[in-house]
C-alpha cells in the first residue's frame, strides 16, 4: 500500500509576515471585543438571565466542589471567571470571521 503525495496547493500563493503593528492592533481589537461581550452581562437583560441560569446548573455545581470553592465571594469570582473566558472565546471566534471575509475581499480585489 503506497500513499500518495499530497499534490502542493498553488505554487503562486504568498505567504506574507504579521508586522508587529498588525499584531498590536489584533491584539487591541480581541481585548475590546472581550470587553464589549462582557458588558452584555452587566446591562443587558437576557445576557444577565443566561449567566444565572448557568451558574445554577449540575455542572456549575460540580466545579464549585472540584476547586473546593465554600464561600460565596468564590462562587462570584468563578462565575466573573466563566463569564471573561466565555466572552475572550466569542471574541475570539468574531475576530477569526472577520479577518477571513477581509481576507477575501482582499483575495477579490487583486
Known amino acids: 500500500m503506497y500513499l500518495k503525495k499530497s499534490e502542493p496547493r498553488s505554487k503562486n500563493v504568498i505567504h506574507r509576515e504579521v508586522t508587529v503593528t498588525e499584531t498590536l492592533v489584533r491584539t487591541v481589537s480581541l481585548v475590546a471585543l472581550t470587553l464589549v461581550f462582557a458588558s452584555a452581562f ?13 451558574a445554577g446548573t449540575s455542572f456549575w455545581q460540580s466545579l464549585y466542589g ?13 462565575i466573573l471567571s466563566g463569564i471573561v ?17 477581509f481576507r477575501k475581499i482582499r483575495e477579490r480585489r487583486n
Do not use: T
Open 66 to 78: 472540584l476547586f473546593h470553592i465554600e464561600s460565596g465571594l468564590g462562587r462570584e469570582q468563578l
Open 42 to 54: 452587566r446591562f443587558w437583560q437576557p445576557a444577565i438571565r443566561l449567566a444565572q441560569h448557568m
Open 85 to 101: 473566558v466565555v466572552c475572550f472565546l466569542l471574541a475570539l471566534l468574531v475576530q477569526a470571521v472577520g479577518l477571513l471575509v
